[in-house]
């Protein structure tokens, strides 16, 4: 993964489809691809004509965590620091091992604090990729 797209999602304020297009894009470099207004779509490999668009990857929890390489495990922190701030995530990610209880710890793990917990775990699971 690039770091300027992990740096588009860290300036991100909300969902962008446009970046879902561009993570898409980044995650599946091999697909035929065509760009259109909205974003990025992937010709269907199994036809010809039609297209795959990009999962809502900033606005959906499901989608993000569908980012999150195989073998890696985490967690999710709410916080408020003020009562006058919005409430703020951290996305943990670290190697998951079933012997090791503090797999998330360490120097293996990726971090991203978001408004959004979408933003926030496409950004921990980006990172995540890009160590690989």
Known sequence: MANELIAKLEA????DRALDGEIFK????????????D????RDPDDGCAFDVAPKYSASIDAALTLVPEGWGGSIHFSEDRPDCELHCTVSLGR???TNANAYAGKSGKDATRASVALAIC???LRAKDSQ
């Open 26 to 37: 980044a995650c599946y470099p091999n697909r035929d691809w065509l760009e259109f207004a």
């Open 96 to 98: 998951s091992y079933p």
């Open 12 to 15: 991100a304020t909300g969902p």
């Open 123 to 125: 950004i921990a699971a």
């Open 39 to 42: 974003g990025w779509c992937a």
